[in-house]
C-alpha cells in the first residue's frame, strides 16, 4: 500500500501534519521583526539567507490564543501561491501513514481547525491531522 | 554544433540588435536628415547584412540588402532626398529582413520570399531626386572604424535573468556569512587585514551584480517612436512622441513588465485619443498632438506616466458599457466621481471594443493590462479630463534596485523612508515648540519654509507605542506626489543604499509599505510608502488606522485649510497660508479705511470675510482668529470665527459661484465648502494695496 511521509507538529496539544513535500526547511527559535497593521495572522518577518518571509501564526489562523511558548518552532512552507512560515508550538517528527488508512476527521474537532484539514490518521493511538497548506494560507486573503 | 549553425547563430543575434537600432535611427533621421552620422550607421548595417549573406548563401536576401543599400548611398550622396515615402520603404526593408531573419532562425534557410515589391518600392524612392537648389552635403567618409565596432559588439554578452538571480541569491548569502565571521574577527591583525579586504570585495561583487541587472528604461520606450510614427502616418494624424526619463535604469524585469502595457496605451493614445489635425485646428489645439510618456523613481517604486492631449475619456459611455456588461449597478453609478467613472475602464468587458480598429484592436482590453501589472504588484490609473486628453500611470516596484533611505526609529523598531522623498529633517526643542507647532481641528502642524505643513505621527500611523527617545520632536519633512507633510518619529538614524526587496506575499495589498530591505547587521526592515500617510491623514485626519487599500490618489487635490465664518465652511488654499494668529480686538488701528495689526515688524492689513463676503454676522469677540495668508506676493490677515481642519480636494472639481472673491464650491470631507480666490479677496478687500510681506518669516 502506498505510504505518505507527514512532517508533524503541536499546536494546542494536537498532533498535526504536513506533506514533507511542502515542508522546506524547520527553524529553531527566531528573532522576528514586526510589521504593523499586518493583521491575517502574520506576526512579523524574518531573513532566511537574504529572502524576507512573512511569518504566520498557526494558532491565529485557526482562532486559538497566542501562546509565548520558548520551543516554538518555525516551518518554512511552499504552497500554491509561494513560501510562507509558519509559527507551531513545537516541532515533530516525520511520521510514515498508509494511504488507504485515513480515517474521517473527528467530529468533535471545531469547525475553525476542521475547514482547514485534509483528513486524519490513528498513529500508535494517537490522533493525527493532515493540514491542507493552501486551504490554510488562503483563509489569510 | 556545426561551424555554419554557430555562424548563422553569430549573424541572427547580431542583426537582431542592429535592425532595433535601424529602426530608431530611420524615425530620427526623418527629423534629422542631414545627420551624415545616422545615415552612415544606417548605411553600414544594411551593408554588413548584405556582405554577411553572400558569406552565408542567402541570395535573395543579399539582393534585397543590395537594392537598399542603393538607396541609401543615394541618400548620403545627396541626389536622394528623404521625406516620408522614402522613409517608409526603407522600414519596408527593415520590417522584411525581420520576418526572413524568422525563417532564418527556424529553418536555416531563408525561406521562400518574394521580395519583389519592397525592391520595387526602394527603387521608386531612388526617383524622388532632390531637388537643385538643395546643397548636397559635403560627402562623409564611410571609413568604418571597423575594429572599433567589432570590440564593441564583443564586449557585451547575453545572460539568462535566472542565472543573475541565482547570481544575486548567492551574493546575499555571501554578505550575511560575512557578517556572521566578522562577529569573530579580532579587531587588528593579520585576519583583520584580511577580513576588510573580503568586505570591500563583497561589497564590489554586490554592486556589481545590481549592475548588471539594470537597463535604461529606454529599452522599453525607444521601439514606441517607430509605432507611434506608423500608427500616425496610417491614421493621418500628427504625433509628437516626447520621452522623458529614459535614462532611468531599472530591473530588466520591469523593462519586459512594461514593454506590452506602454504598446497598448500608446496605441490607444494615438487610435482612440488623439483628433485628426482638421478636428484639433477647429478646437483650438495645435494641429500636432503630442504623447508624453515620462518614467521616474518616485519613492520605492517605478512610475511610467502616458499622456494624450486628445479629447480624453468619455467617462458616460464607460459607465454605460460597465452597467451593460453587468460590472455596475446603476445606483451604484450615480455616485461615481468622474475619475471613478474613468477607472471604469480596467473593468472585463467595458475597454472600449466599438472603438477597435484593425490596428489597435489586439483583443487585449485593458482588464487584462491592470490584471498583468497587480501579478507583479504593479498598478495603474487613470485621469481624463475631457477635451483635454488623458493621462495613464503604470506603477510597479522597484524589486530589485539599490535606493538610498533614511533609517528611522519608532517604537523598537526600524524603518526605512526612501531618501528621495527626504526634504528636511526638522528637531524641534520643546522651548520652541509653541512657536513652530499650532494645532488645528486634531491636526498638528509646523511651521516650516513660508508654509504650514500636516504632521503625521508615524507611530499612531502605524498603530504601535512610540518611545520617545529625548525631549526633541524629530521631523522629517517628506514630499511625495506634489504632498508635503512631516512624519513624526522617535530618532533619526543613518542614510544606507537600501537593497529593495518584494514584500512576502502575505504582506503585499498593506499600502503602508513600498518593500522591505535588509539592514547591515542582517535584520529585514520595511520602508515605508511615504504617500500613504498623507493621503490618510488628508482624508481623515483623526480616523484610526486602517488596513483597507487607500483609494487611487488623485494627484489634482490640494491641501485646504477650512475655516467657518458665520457659519459658512470656507476653504483656504494651504499653500498660501503662513501663520495662524491670534489678535486682541483692542490692538486692531485703522490705516485709512483698512483695519491693521501690527505683525513682524510690519503692518498686516486685516480683512473681514463675513463683511466682504456679505454672508451675515460673524462671532463677536474679544480675540479675533486670523488667517495670515501670501497673495500677490502679498501678506494680509483673514478675520475667521473658527479654524476647523486641513483637508485635500481637487479644485479642479469645484462648482463655479457667482461671487467675485470665491472661486467655486466644492465638497470637503463631505461637506460643501467654498473656495476662496486669495487675490480677488485682496483686491475687494482692502482699500489701500497692500504693502510687501513684513521682513520676518515664520
Redesign the interface.
Known amino acids: 500500500m502506498p505510504e505518505t511521509l507527514l512532517a508533524t507538529f503541536h499546536v494546542a496539544g494536537m498532533t498535526w501534519g504536513l506533506p514533507v513535500d511542502a515542508v522546506r526547511e524547520v527553524l529553531g527559535d527566531q ?1 522576528l ?8 495572522g ?1 506576526i512579523g ?3 532566511l ?6 511569518v ?1 501564526d498557526v494558532r491565529l489562523l485557526v482562532g486559538l490564543p497566542v501562546t509565548a511558548d520558548e520551543a516554538a518552532a518555525f516551518y518554512v512552507v511552499e504552497g500554491r ?4 512560515v509558519l509559527r507551531v508550538d513545537h516541532a515533530g517528527e516525520v511520521v510514515a501513514v498508509q494511504d488507504g488508512c485515513a480515517i474521517p476527521v473527528p467530529q468533535a474537532t471545531p469547525a475553525a481547525i476542521a475547514q482547514h484539514l485534509s483528513g486524519a490518521f490513528e498513529v500508535e493511538g494517537h490522533l493525527l491531522l493532515v493540514v491542507d497548506l493552501n486551504r490554510l ?1 488562503d483563509a ?1 486573503d | 554544433v556545426s561551424l555554419d549553425e554557430e555562424l548563422i547563430q553569430a549573424f541572427l543575434e547580431e542583426s537582431t540588435e542592429n535592425l532595433d537600432q535601424l529602426d530608431l535611427d530611420l524615425v530620427a533621421l526623418e527629423s534629422d536628415a542631414d545627420n551624415p552620422e545616422l545615415l552612415s550607421r544606417i548605411f553600414r548595417t544594411i551593408h554588413t547584412i548584405k556582405g554577411t549573406c553572400g558569406f552565408l548563401n542567402f541570395g535573395d536576401l543579399e539582393g534585397l540588402a543590395h537594392a537598399g543599400e542603393d538607396l541609401l548611398a543615394e541618400l548620403r550622396d545627396g541626389t536622394v532626398t528623404l521625406d516620408a515615402a522614402v522613409t517608409s520603404s526603407l522600414l519596408g526593408l527593415v520590417d522584411r529582413i525581420r520576418a526572413v531573419l524568422a525563417v532564418v532562425e527556424r529553418t536555416g534557410t531563408e525561406g521562400d520570399f518574394d521580395h519583389s515589391s519592397v525592391i520595387a518600392d526602394l527603387r521608386q524612392s531612388r526617383q524622388r531626386r532632390a531637388t537643385p537648389a538643395v546643397v548636397p552635403p559635403a560627402p562623409t567618409p564611410l571609413a568604418p572604424p571597423e575594429g572599433l565596432i567589432a570590440a564593441a559588439e564583443e564586449t557585451s554578452v547575453r545572460i539568462d535573468v535566472a542565472v543573475l538571480d541565482h547570481l544575486q541569491d548567492l551574493v546575499s548569502e555571501l554578505t550575511l556569512a560575512r557578517l556572521r565571521v566578522g562577529a569573530h574577527v579580532p579587531d587588528d591583525g593579520g585576519l583583520a587585514q584580511a577580513f576588510r579586504q573580503l568586505t570591500a570585495t563583497t561589497r564590489d561583487l554586490q554592486d556589481t551584480v545590481m549592475q548588471a541587472r539594470l537597463q535604461p528604461v529606454s529599452t522599453a520606450t525607444d521601439r514606441l517612436r517607430r509605432i507611434v510614427r506608423d500608427l500616425a502616418a496610417r491614421e493621418g494624424k500628427v504625433v509628437h512622441l516626447h520621452i522623458e526619463g529614459g535614462d532611468v535604469l531599472v530591473d530588466k524585469a520591469i523593462n519586459e513588465v512594461l514593454r506590452d502595457p506602454l504598446v497598448h496605451l500608446v496605441r490607444n493614445a494615438v487610435d482612440h485619443g488623439i483628433e485628426f489635425p482638421e478636428q484639433r485646428t477647429a478646437l483650438g489645439k495645435s494641429a500636432e498632438a503630442t504623447v508624453r510618456i515620462e518614467a521616474a523613481v518616485i519613492g520605492g517604486g517605478f512610475q511610467i506616466e502616458v499622456t494624450d492631449d486628445g479629447r480624453g475619456i468619455n467617462g458616460a459611455r464607460l459607465v454605460d458599457k460597465a452597467i451593460a456588461a453587468g460590472q455596475l449597478s446603476a445606483d451604484r453609478a450615480t455616485t461615481l466621481t468622474e475619475t471613478e467613472r474613468v477607472s471604469l475602464l480596467f473593468l472585463p468587458g467595458v475597454s472600449t471594443a466599438s472603438e477597435v480598429t484593425t490596428i489597435s484592436g489586439r483583443g487585449v482590453g485593458m482588464d487584462v493590462v491592470r490584471s498583468n501589472l497587480e501579478q507583479i504588484g504593479g498598478s495603474i490609473d487613470v485621469w481624463s479630463e475631457p477635451g483635454m486628453g488623458t493621462t495613464f500611470r503604470i506603477s510597479v516596484p522597484l524589486t530589485l534596485a539599490i535606493l538610498p533611505a533614511l533609517v528611522v526609529r519608532c517604537g523598537q523598531d526600524r524603518y526605512t523612508i526612501p531618501q528621495a522623498d527626504v526634504q528636511a529633517i526638522v528637531r524641534v526643542h520643546p522651548s520652541n515648540a509653541r512657536d513652530l507647532i499650532e494645532e488645528v481641528g486634531g491636526v498638528r502642524l509646523l511651521h516650516h519654509h513660508q508654509s504650514l505643513l500636516p504632521l503625521v505621527n508615524l507611530a499612531d500611523y502605524l498603530g504601535i507605542t512610540a518611545t520617545a527617545a529625548g525631549e526633541d520632536l524629530e521631523i522629517v519633512v517628506v514630499e511625495r506626489l506634489d504632498r508635503t507633510y512631516g512624519l513624526v518619529v522617535d530618532a533619526v538614524g543613518d542614510s544606507v543604499e537600501a537593497v529593495v526587496k518584494p514584500l512576502p506575499r502575505a504582506l503585499r495589498g498593506l499600502a503602508c509599505y513600498a518593500g522591505v530591505t535588509v539592514l547591515s547587521d542582517g535584520q529585514p526592515c520595511l520602508i515605508l510608502e511615504t504617500s500613504a500617510p498623507a493621503i490618510e491623514a488628508g482624508l481623515s485626519p483623526q480616523s484610526g488606522p486602517t488596513t483597507e487599500p487607500l483609494p487611487p490618489s488623485d494627484p489634482n487635490q490640494r491641501p485646504f485649510l477650512v475655516a467657518t465664518v458665520a457659519d459658512n465652511r470656507l476653504a483656504i488654499p494651504l499653500d498660501h497660508v503662513h501663520r495662524l494668529l491670534t489678535v486682541a480686538s483692542s490692538t486692531i488701528e485703522h490705516s485709512g479705511h483698512d483695519e491693521v495689526v501690527q505683525y513682524q515688524g510690519g503692518i498686516l492689513g486685516l480683512i473681514r470675510l463675513d463683511r466682504l463676503l456679505d454672508i451675515g454676522a460673524a462671532q463677536d469677540s474679544a480675540d479675533l482668529t486670523v488667517v495670515v495668508c501670501s497673495a500677490t506676493g502679498a501678506a494680509v490677515g483673514l478675520v475667521v470665527d473658527e479654524v476647523n481642519d486641513i483637508e485635500w480636494a481637487n479644485p479642479a472639481q469645484a462648482e463655479h459661484l457667482e461671487e467675485p472673491c470665491l472661486s467655486g464650491r466644492m465638497v470637503i470631507a463631505g461637506r460643501a465648502a467654498d473656495l476662496v480666490a486669495l487675490d480677488a479677496v485682496v483686491a475687494h478687500g482692502l482699500h489701500r494695496h497692500p504693502g510687501p510681506t513684513g521682513g520676518g518669516h515664520a
Do not use: F
Open positions: 528573532v521583526q514586526p510589521v504593523p497593521r499586518a493583521g491575517h502574520v518577518m524574518l531573513n539567507r537574504g529572502r524576507v518571509l512573512a504566520t501561491r509561494g513560501i510562507d494560507l489569510k
